[in-house]
Protein backbone atom coordinates (compact mmCIF):
# COMPACT_ATOMS: atom_id res chain seq x y z
CA UNK A 1 0.00 0.00 0.00
CA UNK A 2 1.38 3.75 -1.19
CA UNK A 3 -0.52 4.91 2.33
CA UNK A 4 1.51 7.71 4.07
CA UNK A 5 0.64 6.34 7.39
CA UNK A 6 1.58 2.97 6.63
CA UNK A 7 5.14 4.25 5.50
CA UNK A 8 5.22 6.43 9.13
CA UNK A 9 4.41 3.60 11.28
CA UNK A 10 6.68 1.02 9.37
CA UNK A 11 9.58 3.20 9.89
CA UNK A 12 8.19 3.63 13.94
CA UNK A 13 7.79 -0.19 14.35
CA UNK A 14 11.46 -0.56 12.67
CA UNK A 15 12.85 1.68 14.88
CA UNK A 16 11.02 0.11 18.05
CA UNK A 17 11.97 -2.94 16.75
CA UNK A 18 15.58 -2.57 17.05
CA UNK A 19 15.44 -0.86 20.61
CA UNK A 20 13.53 -3.13 22.05
CA UNK A 21 15.79 -6.03 20.57
CA UNK A 22 18.99 -4.55 22.19
CA UNK A 23 17.37 -3.46 25.34
CA UNK A 24 15.29 -7.01 25.83
CA UNK A 25 16.84 -9.39 23.43
CA UNK A 26 14.31 -12.15 21.93
CA UNK A 27 12.55 -12.94 25.43
CA UNK A 28 11.67 -10.99 28.85
CA UNK A 29 14.09 -10.27 31.18
CA UNK A 30 14.13 -12.06 34.83
CA UNK A 31 13.67 -8.35 36.33
CA UNK A 32 10.35 -8.09 34.35
CA UNK A 33 8.99 -11.65 34.92
CA UNK A 34 9.06 -11.34 38.55
CA UNK A 35 7.05 -7.74 38.71
CA UNK A 36 3.59 -8.66 38.90
CA UNK A 37 1.20 -6.59 36.72
CA UNK A 38 -2.12 -5.52 37.81
CA UNK A 39 -3.98 -5.58 35.06
CA UNK A 40 -7.82 -3.81 34.15
CA UNK A 41 -10.73 -4.93 32.16
CA UNK A 42 -12.57 -2.13 30.18
CA UNK A 43 -16.20 -3.78 28.81
CA UNK A 44 -17.53 -7.09 30.36
CA UNK A 45 -20.19 -7.87 27.79
CA UNK A 46 -18.25 -10.97 25.95
CA UNK A 47 -16.93 -14.49 26.90
CA UNK A 48 -13.19 -13.52 25.99
CA UNK A 49 -12.87 -11.05 29.67
CA UNK A 50 -14.36 -14.40 31.59
CA UNK A 51 -11.86 -16.68 29.88
CA UNK A 52 -9.03 -14.23 30.24
CA UNK A 53 -10.13 -13.50 34.05
CA UNK A 54 -10.20 -17.61 34.54
CA UNK A 55 -6.71 -18.02 33.59
CA UNK A 56 -5.03 -15.54 35.79
CA UNK A 57 -6.94 -15.21 38.55
CA UNK A 58 -7.30 -18.91 39.29
CA UNK A 59 -5.61 -21.61 39.83
CA UNK A 60 -1.43 -20.89 40.04
CA UNK A 61 -0.70 -19.49 36.49
CA UNK A 62 2.88 -21.05 35.27
CA UNK A 63 5.39 -20.00 32.86
CA UNK A 64 4.13 -16.93 30.65
CA UNK A 65 0.80 -16.27 32.15
CA UNK A 66 2.35 -15.91 36.03
CA UNK A 67 2.89 -12.89 37.59
CA UNK A 68 -0.80 -11.10 36.27
CA UNK A 69 -3.80 -10.59 37.70
CA UNK A 70 -7.02 -9.33 36.61
CA UNK A 71 -8.03 -6.52 39.81
CA UNK A 72 -10.39 -4.26 38.60
CA UNK A 73 -13.23 -3.87 35.90
CA UNK A 74 -15.52 -1.19 34.35
CA UNK A 75 -18.46 -3.37 33.10
CA UNK A 76 -20.02 -0.80 30.30
CA UNK A 77 -19.30 -1.69 26.92
CA UNK A 78 -22.25 -1.45 24.42
CA UNK A 79 -25.22 0.58 25.33
CA UNK A 80 -27.33 -0.59 22.58
CA UNK A 81 -26.48 -4.05 21.43
CA UNK A 82 -28.83 -6.36 23.03
CA UNK A 83 -26.43 -9.61 22.57
CA UNK A 84 -23.85 -7.43 24.71
CA UNK A 85 -25.74 -5.16 27.17
CA UNK A 86 -27.48 -8.77 28.42
CA UNK A 87 -24.27 -10.11 29.32
CA UNK A 88 -22.39 -7.63 31.35
CA UNK A 89 -24.86 -8.35 34.89
CA UNK A 90 -24.21 -12.04 34.69
CA UNK A 91 -20.27 -11.63 33.41
CA UNK A 92 -19.94 -8.81 35.98
CA UNK A 93 -21.17 -11.53 38.43
CA UNK A 94 -18.53 -13.92 37.60
CA UNK A 95 -15.79 -11.73 37.57
CA UNK A 96 -16.19 -10.27 41.11
CA UNK A 97 -16.10 -13.64 42.28
CA UNK A 98 -13.14 -14.54 40.90
CA UNK A 99 -11.77 -11.24 42.74
CA UNK A 100 -11.90 -8.45 40.60
CA UNK A 101 -13.09 -5.17 41.76
CA UNK A 102 -15.43 -3.53 39.46
CA UNK A 103 -15.35 0.37 39.24
CA UNK A 104 -18.02 3.23 37.75
CA UNK A 105 -15.53 4.50 35.45
CA UNK A 106 -12.42 4.07 33.37
CA UNK A 107 -10.45 6.70 35.18
CA UNK A 108 -11.33 4.87 38.51
CA UNK A 109 -10.31 1.98 36.47
CA UNK A 110 -6.37 3.93 35.43
CA UNK A 111 -6.00 4.27 39.13
CA UNK A 112 -5.89 0.79 40.13
CA UNK A 113 -3.89 -0.78 37.45
CA UNK A 114 -1.01 -1.21 35.23
CA UNK A 115 -2.11 -2.38 32.12
CA UNK A 116 -5.46 -2.44 30.16
CA UNK A 117 -7.56 -5.16 28.39
CA UNK A 118 -10.23 -3.06 26.36
CA UNK A 119 -12.95 -6.13 25.77
CA UNK A 120 -15.77 -3.84 24.87
CA UNK A 121 -17.53 -5.89 22.26
CA UNK A 122 -19.02 -2.99 20.13
CA UNK A 123 -16.08 -1.68 17.97
CA UNK A 124 -17.81 1.69 18.11
CA UNK A 125 -16.97 3.37 21.25
CA UNK A 126 -13.47 1.80 21.59
CA UNK A 127 -11.96 5.33 20.45
CA UNK A 128 -13.66 7.12 23.58
CA UNK A 129 -12.47 4.51 25.79
CA UNK A 130 -8.86 4.24 24.91
CA UNK A 131 -8.71 7.81 25.08
CA UNK A 132 -7.79 7.95 28.57
CA UNK A 133 -5.56 4.79 28.54
CA UNK A 134 -3.83 6.34 26.01
CA UNK A 135 -3.07 9.49 28.04
CA UNK A 136 -2.26 7.53 30.90
CA UNK A 137 0.94 5.92 29.10
CA UNK A 138 -0.40 2.59 30.61
CA UNK A 139 0.22 -0.34 27.75
CA UNK A 140 -3.13 -1.47 26.18
CA UNK A 141 -4.66 -4.77 24.30
CA UNK A 142 -7.62 -3.59 22.25
CA UNK A 143 -9.69 -6.45 21.22
CA UNK A 144 -11.62 -7.50 18.04
CA UNK A 145 -12.83 -5.14 16.01
CA UNK A 146 -10.32 -2.64 16.82
CA UNK A 147 -13.15 -0.30 15.65
CA UNK A 148 -16.33 -0.18 14.36
CA UNK A 149 -14.78 1.54 11.17
CA UNK A 150 -11.30 2.04 9.52
CA UNK A 151 -11.28 5.81 9.99
CA UNK A 152 -11.41 4.71 14.04
CA UNK A 153 -8.21 1.85 13.76
CA UNK A 154 -6.32 4.99 12.21
CA UNK A 155 -6.85 7.33 14.71
CA UNK A 156 -6.40 4.76 17.65
CA UNK A 157 -3.31 4.27 15.97
CA UNK A 158 -2.36 8.13 15.52
CA UNK A 159 -3.50 8.47 19.63
CA UNK A 160 -0.67 5.69 20.63
CA UNK A 161 1.91 7.11 18.55
CA UNK A 162 1.14 10.71 20.16
CA UNK A 163 1.03 9.36 23.21
CA UNK A 164 3.41 7.15 22.89
CA UNK A 165 1.70 4.53 24.62
CA UNK A 166 2.34 0.61 23.42
CA UNK A 167 -0.97 -0.72 21.76
CA UNK A 168 -2.15 -3.34 19.88
CA UNK A 169 -5.05 -5.45 18.77
CA UNK A 170 -5.65 -8.91 17.44
CA UNK A 171 -7.88 -12.00 16.56
CA UNK A 172 -7.22 -15.19 18.71
CA UNK A 173 -6.83 -17.00 15.40
CA UNK A 174 -3.55 -15.66 14.76
CA UNK A 175 -1.73 -17.14 17.66
CA UNK A 176 -3.64 -20.56 16.54
CA UNK A 177 -0.45 -23.16 15.49
CA UNK A 178 -1.01 -24.18 12.14
CA UNK A 179 -1.13 -20.39 11.28
CA UNK A 180 1.89 -19.36 12.85
CA UNK A 181 3.78 -22.95 11.44
CA UNK A 182 2.71 -20.68 8.07
CA UNK A 183 3.80 -17.54 9.12
CA UNK A 184 7.27 -19.02 10.65
CA UNK A 185 8.04 -19.76 7.22
CA UNK A 186 8.12 -23.88 7.45
CA UNK A 187 6.42 -24.29 3.84
CA UNK A 188 8.25 -21.33 2.53
CA UNK A 189 6.99 -18.47 0.39
CA UNK A 190 2.82 -18.81 1.08
CA UNK A 191 2.19 -17.65 -2.70
CA UNK A 192 -1.56 -18.35 -2.22
CA UNK A 193 -3.77 -18.94 0.49
CA UNK A 194 -7.74 -19.53 1.07
CA UNK A 195 -9.56 -19.17 4.67
CA UNK A 196 -12.76 -19.08 6.25
CA UNK A 197 -14.50 -18.83 9.77
CA UNK A 198 -18.08 -17.93 10.61
CA UNK A 199 -19.42 -14.22 10.03
CA UNK A 200 -22.61 -13.80 11.39
CA UNK A 201 -23.79 -9.47 10.96
CA UNK A 202 -23.83 -6.80 12.73
CA UNK A 203 -25.81 -3.63 11.48
CA UNK A 204 -23.75 -1.39 13.43
CA UNK A 205 -20.66 -2.78 11.97
CA UNK A 206 -19.34 -3.62 8.50
CA UNK A 207 -20.12 -7.10 7.52
CA UNK A 208 -16.37 -8.33 8.12
CA UNK A 209 -15.98 -6.56 10.98
CA UNK A 210 -18.09 -8.51 13.49
CA UNK A 211 -17.14 -11.99 13.22
CA UNK A 212 -15.27 -12.40 9.88
CA UNK A 213 -12.16 -10.54 11.35
CA UNK A 214 -11.23 -14.51 12.59
CA UNK A 215 -10.82 -15.76 9.25
CA UNK A 216 -9.63 -12.37 8.02
CA UNK A 217 -6.88 -12.54 10.34
CA UNK A 218 -5.55 -16.05 9.89
CA UNK A 219 -5.52 -14.96 5.93
CA UNK A 220 -2.96 -12.04 6.73
CA UNK A 221 -1.67 -14.30 9.21
CA UNK A 222 -0.29 -16.72 6.91
CA UNK A 223 0.10 -14.53 3.60
CA UNK A 224 1.07 -11.42 5.54
CA UNK A 225 1.15 -8.11 4.24
CA UNK A 226 1.36 -6.60 1.03
CA UNK A 227 -2.37 -6.55 -0.29
CA UNK A 228 -3.43 -4.07 -2.45
CA UNK A 229 -6.89 -4.65 -3.88
CA UNK A 230 -10.08 -6.27 -3.22
CA UNK A 231 -12.91 -7.35 -4.98
CA UNK A 232 -16.42 -8.60 -2.99
CA UNK A 233 -16.93 -11.56 -5.15
CA UNK A 234 -19.85 -13.19 -3.22
CA UNK A 235 -22.66 -11.61 -0.51
CA UNK A 236 -25.92 -13.24 -0.02
CA UNK A 237 -27.64 -14.32 2.91
CA UNK A 238 -25.44 -17.41 3.25
CA UNK A 239 -22.11 -15.94 2.71
CA UNK A 240 -19.77 -13.22 1.71
CA UNK A 241 -16.46 -14.48 -0.09
CA UNK A 242 -13.65 -11.80 -0.68
CA UNK A 243 -10.74 -12.26 -3.33
CA UNK A 244 -7.81 -9.75 -2.53
CA UNK A 245 -4.39 -9.64 -4.71
CA UNK A 246 -1.22 -9.46 -2.94
CA UNK A 247 2.01 -7.32 -4.50
CA UNK A 248 4.33 -9.90 -6.37
CA UNK A 249 1.10 -11.59 -7.85
CA UNK A 250 -0.04 -13.65 -4.35
CA UNK A 251 -3.85 -14.45 -4.14
CA UNK A 252 -6.32 -14.33 -0.98
CA UNK A 253 -9.44 -15.33 -0.44
CA UNK A 254 -11.65 -15.20 2.41
CA UNK A 255 -14.96 -16.56 2.94
CA UNK A 256 -17.03 -15.78 5.49
CA UNK A 257 -20.09 -18.47 6.18
CA UNK A 258 -23.37 -17.69 7.78
CA UNK A 259 -25.17 -20.63 6.19
CA UNK A 260 -23.67 -23.97 4.51
CA UNK A 261 -20.21 -24.78 4.07
CA UNK A 262 -17.09 -25.37 5.14
CA UNK A 263 -17.91 -25.54 8.97
CA UNK A 264 -15.73 -23.55 11.81
CA UNK A 265 -12.81 -22.20 11.33
CA UNK A 266 -9.35 -23.03 8.34
CA UNK A 267 -8.49 -23.36 5.38
CA UNK A 268 -5.69 -23.89 2.97
CA UNK A 269 -2.34 -22.63 1.61
CA UNK A 270 -0.11 -22.90 -1.13
CA UNK A 271 3.73 -23.28 -0.23
CA UNK A 272 6.71 -25.37 -1.23
CA UNK A 273 5.31 -28.81 -0.63
CA UNK A 274 1.84 -27.76 -2.23
CA UNK A 275 -0.94 -27.65 -0.72
CA UNK A 276 -1.26 -27.73 3.14
CA UNK A 277 -3.65 -27.28 5.79
CA UNK A 278 -3.83 -23.78 7.50
CA UNK A 279 -5.75 -25.36 10.74
CA UNK A 280 -8.13 -24.21 13.41
CA UNK A 281 -9.19 -22.64 16.38
CA UNK A 282 -6.51 -23.16 19.50
CA UNK A 283 -8.63 -21.31 22.00
CA UNK A 284 -7.96 -18.28 23.78
CA UNK A 285 -4.35 -19.35 25.73
CA UNK A 286 -2.06 -18.56 23.17
CA UNK A 287 -3.77 -14.94 22.36
CA UNK A 288 -3.44 -14.40 26.59
CA UNK A 289 0.28 -15.61 26.24
CA UNK A 290 1.03 -12.85 23.94
CA UNK A 291 -0.86 -10.39 25.58
CA UNK A 292 0.93 -10.72 28.74
CA UNK A 293 4.27 -10.58 26.83
CA UNK A 294 3.41 -7.36 25.83
CA UNK A 295 2.04 -5.87 28.78
CA UNK A 296 5.62 -6.84 29.87
CA UNK A 297 7.75 -5.64 26.62
CA UNK A 298 5.69 -2.90 25.35
CA UNK A 299 6.71 -4.46 22.40
CA UNK A 300 3.29 -5.27 19.97
CA UNK A 301 3.14 -8.84 18.33
CA UNK A 302 1.42 -7.15 15.51
CA UNK A 303 2.66 -4.22 13.73
CA UNK A 304 0.21 -1.25 13.22
CA UNK A 305 0.70 -1.55 9.77
CA UNK A 306 -0.16 -4.97 9.40
CA UNK A 307 -3.34 -4.33 11.57
CA UNK A 308 -4.49 -1.62 9.70
CA UNK A 309 -4.29 -2.85 6.24
CA UNK A 310 -6.23 -5.97 7.91
CA UNK A 311 -9.49 -3.16 8.19
CA UNK A 312 -8.38 -1.87 5.13
CA UNK A 313 -8.95 -5.09 3.67
CA UNK A 314 -11.75 -5.49 5.13
CA UNK A 315 -13.30 -2.05 4.69
CA UNK A 316 -12.45 -2.28 0.89
CA UNK A 317 -14.63 -5.46 0.69
CA UNK A 318 -17.57 -3.15 1.73
CA UNK A 319 -16.91 -0.53 -0.63
CA UNK A 320 -16.59 -3.30 -3.18
CA UNK A 321 -19.88 -4.55 -2.43
CA UNK A 322 -20.94 -1.03 -2.58
CA UNK A 323 -19.70 -0.55 -6.06
CA UNK A 324 -21.18 -3.70 -7.13
CA UNK A 325 -18.35 -5.73 -7.19
CA UNK A 326 -15.56 -4.07 -8.47
CA UNK A 327 -11.95 -3.94 -7.78
CA UNK A 328 -11.31 -1.18 -4.83
CA UNK A 329 -7.48 -1.10 -3.94
CA UNK A 330 -6.92 -0.54 -0.47
CA UNK A 331 -4.83 2.49 -0.70
CA UNK A 332 -7.92 4.55 -1.84
CA UNK A 333 -10.22 3.63 1.63
CA UNK A 334 -6.69 4.06 3.62
CA UNK A 335 -7.02 7.65 2.35
CA UNK A 336 -10.09 8.76 2.90
CA UNK A 337 -10.24 6.75 6.24
CA UNK A 338 -6.60 9.08 7.26
CA UNK A 339 -8.69 12.28 6.65
CA UNK A 340 -11.83 11.02 8.55
CA UNK A 341 -9.14 10.44 11.56
CA UNK A 342 -7.37 13.55 11.28
CA UNK A 343 -11.21 15.66 11.04
CA UNK A 344 -12.43 13.25 14.63
CA UNK A 345 -9.15 13.67 16.19
CA UNK A 346 -9.22 17.35 16.18
CA UNK A 347 -13.16 16.77 18.00
CA UNK A 348 -11.93 14.07 20.26
CA UNK A 349 -8.62 14.61 21.70
CA UNK A 350 -9.32 16.78 25.11
CA UNK A 351 -5.82 17.95 25.02
CA UNK A 352 -6.11 19.43 21.06
CA UNK A 353 -6.59 23.20 21.41
CA UNK A 354 -8.88 23.56 18.32
CA UNK A 355 -12.39 24.38 17.81
CA UNK A 356 -15.21 21.00 17.95
CA UNK A 357 -18.65 20.70 16.20
CA UNK A 358 -19.81 17.92 18.88
CA UNK A 359 -18.80 20.45 21.84
CA UNK A 360 -21.22 20.55 24.52
CA UNK A 361 -23.31 17.45 22.84
CA UNK A 362 -23.40 14.09 24.59
CA UNK A 363 -22.04 11.33 22.79
CA UNK A 364 -23.68 7.95 22.70
CA UNK A 365 -21.76 6.15 25.40
CA UNK A 366 -21.92 9.34 27.60
CA UNK A 367 -25.86 9.12 27.16
CA UNK A 368 -26.29 5.80 27.57
CA UNK A 369 -24.54 5.67 30.99
CA UNK A 370 -26.69 8.59 32.13
CA UNK A 371 -24.48 11.86 31.85
CA UNK A 372 -26.42 14.91 31.60
CA UNK A 373 -25.00 17.83 29.70
CA UNK A 374 -25.45 21.59 32.13
CA UNK A 375 -23.95 23.83 29.40
CA UNK A 376 -25.84 23.66 25.96
CA UNK A 377 -22.74 26.07 24.52
CA UNK A 378 -25.78 28.71 23.18
CA UNK A 379 -27.48 30.24 26.33
CA UNK A 380 -27.23 29.88 30.30
CA UNK A 381 -30.66 27.73 30.85
CA UNK A 382 -29.84 26.48 34.05
CA UNK A 383 -27.45 28.92 35.52
CA UNK A 384 -27.25 31.89 37.78
CA UNK A 385 -24.86 34.22 39.51
CA UNK A 386 -24.84 32.75 43.37
CA UNK A 387 -26.10 36.13 43.97
CA UNK A 388 -29.45 35.23 42.66
CA UNK A 389 -29.19 38.00 39.36
CA UNK A 390 -28.67 37.14 36.10
CA UNK A 391 -25.52 36.33 34.41
CA UNK A 392 -24.12 39.83 32.85
CA UNK A 393 -21.14 37.68 30.93
CA UNK A 394 -21.72 36.65 27.16
CA UNK A 395 -21.33 33.40 26.08
CA UNK A 396 -18.16 33.39 23.80
CA UNK A 397 -17.39 30.70 20.71
CA UNK A 398 -19.57 28.10 22.45
CA UNK A 399 -17.68 28.68 25.96
CA UNK A 400 -19.06 29.42 29.44
CA UNK A 401 -17.35 33.03 30.66
CA UNK A 402 -17.39 33.79 34.53
CA UNK A 403 -15.60 36.95 34.07
CA UNK A 404 -17.44 40.46 34.84
CA UNK A 405 -20.68 37.84 34.94
CA UNK A 406 -21.93 39.83 38.18
CA UNK A 407 -21.46 37.79 41.05
CA UNK A 408 -18.57 35.46 42.63
CA UNK A 409 -19.71 32.63 41.07
CA UNK A 410 -21.54 31.19 38.14
CA UNK A 411 -23.47 28.16 39.67
CA UNK A 412 -26.10 25.36 38.07
CA UNK A 413 -29.39 26.14 39.62
CA UNK A 414 -29.37 22.27 41.35
CA UNK A 415 -27.60 21.02 44.08
CA UNK A 416 -25.59 17.40 43.29
CA UNK A 417 -24.29 15.11 46.15
CA UNK A 418 -22.51 12.24 44.73
CA UNK A 419 -21.74 12.72 41.26
CA UNK A 420 -18.72 12.75 38.47
CA UNK A 421 -17.89 16.54 37.17
CA UNK A 422 -16.17 16.96 33.75
CA UNK A 423 -15.46 19.86 31.94
CA UNK A 424 -12.89 21.49 29.40
CA UNK A 425 -11.33 24.79 30.28
CA UNK A 426 -8.89 27.48 28.63
CA UNK A 427 -6.55 29.72 30.75
CA UNK A 428 -5.23 33.22 28.97
CA UNK A 429 -1.60 33.67 30.16
CA UNK A 430 -2.31 35.10 33.08
CA UNK A 431 -5.04 33.54 35.34
CA UNK A 432 -6.72 32.59 38.84
CA UNK A 433 -9.88 31.32 38.91
CA UNK A 434 -11.67 28.19 40.35
CA UNK A 435 -14.42 25.43 40.13
CA UNK A 436 -16.52 24.83 42.93
CA UNK A 437 -18.65 21.71 44.41
CA UNK A 438 -20.65 20.78 46.98
CA UNK A 439 -21.54 24.49 47.79
CA UNK A 440 -23.85 24.14 51.04
CA UNK A 441 -24.40 28.11 51.47
CA UNK A 442 -24.37 30.67 47.92
CA UNK A 443 -24.16 33.45 50.40
CA UNK A 444 -20.82 31.99 51.76
CA UNK A 445 -19.32 29.71 49.01
CA UNK A 446 -15.74 30.31 50.14
CA UNK A 447 -16.26 28.66 53.67
CA UNK A 448 -19.32 26.42 53.05
CA UNK A 449 -17.68 24.24 49.49
CA UNK A 450 -14.65 23.09 47.82
CA UNK A 451 -12.34 24.64 45.17
CA UNK A 452 -10.78 23.30 42.71
CA UNK A 453 -7.91 25.02 41.29
CA UNK A 454 -7.43 26.86 38.11
CA UNK A 455 -4.31 28.87 37.43
CA UNK A 456 -1.71 29.56 35.21
CA UNK A 457 1.46 28.44 35.73
CA UNK A 458 3.24 24.90 36.65
CA UNK A 459 3.13 25.19 40.19
CA UNK A 460 2.25 22.21 42.62
CA UNK A 461 1.06 23.76 45.05
CA UNK A 462 -2.25 23.71 47.38
CA UNK A 463 -2.85 26.90 45.65
CA UNK A 464 -1.53 25.64 41.78
CA UNK A 465 -3.94 24.32 39.25
CA UNK A 466 -5.15 20.85 40.11
CA UNK A 467 -5.30 21.36 43.46
CA UNK A 468 -7.99 20.74 46.28
CA UNK A 469 -7.82 24.23 47.28
CA UNK A 470 -5.70 24.99 50.67
CA UNK A 471 -6.13 21.43 51.57
CA UNK A 472 -4.41 18.95 48.74
CA UNK A 473 -1.93 19.78 46.64
CA UNK A 474 -1.50 18.30 43.05
CA UNK A 475 1.06 15.73 42.53
CA UNK A 476 1.69 17.08 39.23
CA UNK A 477 0.87 20.06 36.96
CA UNK A 478 -0.89 18.75 33.93
CA UNK A 479 -2.60 21.95 32.80
CA UNK A 480 -2.05 22.37 28.73
CA UNK A 481 -0.64 25.56 27.78
CA UNK A 482 -2.31 28.95 27.94
CA UNK A 483 -4.95 28.96 24.96
CA UNK A 484 -5.24 25.91 24.84
CA UNK A 485 -7.95 23.40 26.69
CA UNK A 486 -7.42 21.38 29.23
CA UNK A 487 -10.12 18.54 30.38
CA UNK A 488 -10.77 18.68 34.02
CA UNK A 489 -12.99 16.08 36.02
CA UNK A 490 -14.05 16.15 39.69
CA UNK A 491 -15.35 13.03 41.30
CA UNK A 492 -17.34 13.03 44.79
CA UNK A 493 -18.29 9.35 46.51
CA UNK A 494 -19.11 10.07 50.25
CA UNK A 495 -15.99 11.54 51.96
CA UNK A 496 -13.41 10.37 48.80
CA UNK A 497 -12.90 13.45 46.32
CA UNK A 498 -10.73 13.67 43.59
CA UNK A 499 -9.42 15.76 40.64
CA UNK A 500 -7.96 14.26 37.81
CA UNK A 501 -6.25 16.35 34.64
CA UNK A 502 -6.09 15.79 31.40
CA UNK A 503 -7.04 11.91 32.41
CA UNK A 504 -5.09 11.91 35.07
CA UNK A 505 -5.75 11.45 38.74
CA UNK A 506 -3.38 14.54 40.84
CA UNK A 507 -5.50 15.33 43.76
CA UNK A 508 -7.70 13.35 45.95
CA UNK A 509 -8.74 13.10 49.93
CA UNK A 510 -11.05 11.25 52.02
CA UNK A 511 -13.09 14.11 54.34
CA UNK A 512 -14.04 11.65 56.84
CA UNK A 513 -10.07 11.66 58.21
CA UNK A 514 -9.88 15.77 58.19
CA UNK A 515 -11.48 15.56 61.84
CA UNK A 516 -9.77 19.54 63.37
CA UNK A 517 -11.13 22.21 62.26
CA UNK A 518 -8.12 24.90 60.32
CA UNK A 519 -5.46 21.78 60.42
CA UNK A 520 -4.28 19.73 57.76
CA UNK A 521 -3.84 16.17 58.48
CA UNK A 522 0.26 17.07 58.55
CA UNK A 523 -0.81 19.43 61.54
CA UNK A 524 -0.50 22.77 58.99
CA UNK A 525 -2.95 25.52 59.06
CA UNK A 526 -5.53 25.62 56.59
CA UNK A 527 -8.06 28.48 56.40
CA UNK A 528 -11.23 26.67 56.52
CA UNK A 529 -13.05 27.23 59.89
CA UNK A 530 -15.08 24.13 59.68
CA UNK A 531 -13.54 20.51 60.10
CA UNK A 532 -13.69 19.23 56.55
CA UNK A 533 -15.15 15.90 57.68
CA UNK A 534 -18.22 18.24 58.30
CA UNK A 535 -18.35 19.99 55.25
CA UNK A 536 -21.77 19.63 53.37
CA UNK A 537 -22.30 15.89 51.28
CA UNK A 538 -24.47 18.40 48.41
CA UNK A 539 -24.55 21.33 47.09
CA UNK A 540 -24.16 23.87 43.89
CA UNK A 541 -21.66 23.61 41.56
CA UNK A 542 -20.06 26.52 39.56
CA UNK A 543 -17.38 28.71 38.24
CA UNK A 544 -15.52 31.51 40.02
CA UNK A 545 -14.93 35.10 38.66
CA UNK A 546 -12.05 35.93 40.35
CA UNK A 547 -10.80 39.10 38.16
CA UNK A 548 -9.98 36.69 34.80
CA UNK A 549 -11.00 35.50 31.66
CA UNK A 550 -11.69 31.93 31.42
CA UNK A 551 -13.40 29.66 29.24
CA UNK A 552 -15.35 26.53 29.72
CA UNK A 553 -17.18 24.02 27.80
CA UNK A 554 -18.24 20.55 27.38
CA UNK A 555 -19.65 20.46 30.97
CA UNK A 556 -21.27 17.49 31.89
CA UNK A 557 -22.11 15.61 35.28
CA UNK A 558 -23.00 12.07 36.12
CA UNK A 559 -25.02 11.38 39.58
CA UNK A 560 -23.46 8.23 41.58
Given at each position: ?5 FKRLFCQACCALLLLT ?153 FAKGAQRLRNGEEGKI ?368 EL
Open positions: MNSGLVALGSSVSAEDAKKVLKAGIIGLDTSHAIAFTKMLNTGNPEGDLAGCRIVAAYPKGSPDIESSVSRVPGYTKQVKEMGVEIVDSIPALLEKVDVVFLETNDGRPHLEQALPVLQSGKPVFIDKPIAASLTDAVALFELSKKYNTPMFSSSSLRMKASTHSPCSLESTHPDLYWYGIHGVETLFTVMGPGCESVTRTVSNADRDEVAGKWAGGREGHFAGVRKGTPKGYGGTAVGKNGEVAVGGYDGYKPLLVEIVKFFRTGKAPVSPEETLEIYAFMEAADESKRQGGKEVTLASVMEKAEKQAAKKLSKLDVADSGASESDNELTASEKAEGWKLLFNGENYKGWMCSNGKKIAAPIENGALVPYKSGGYLIVYNKEFGDFKFKCDVKMPEECNSGIFFRVGDLKNPVQTGFEAQVLSGDGTGMHDFGAIYDLVAPAKNLASAPGEWTHFEITCKGPHISVAVNGEVVAKLNADEWTEPGKRLDGSAHKFKAAVKDFPRKGYIGFQDHGHKVWYKNVKLL
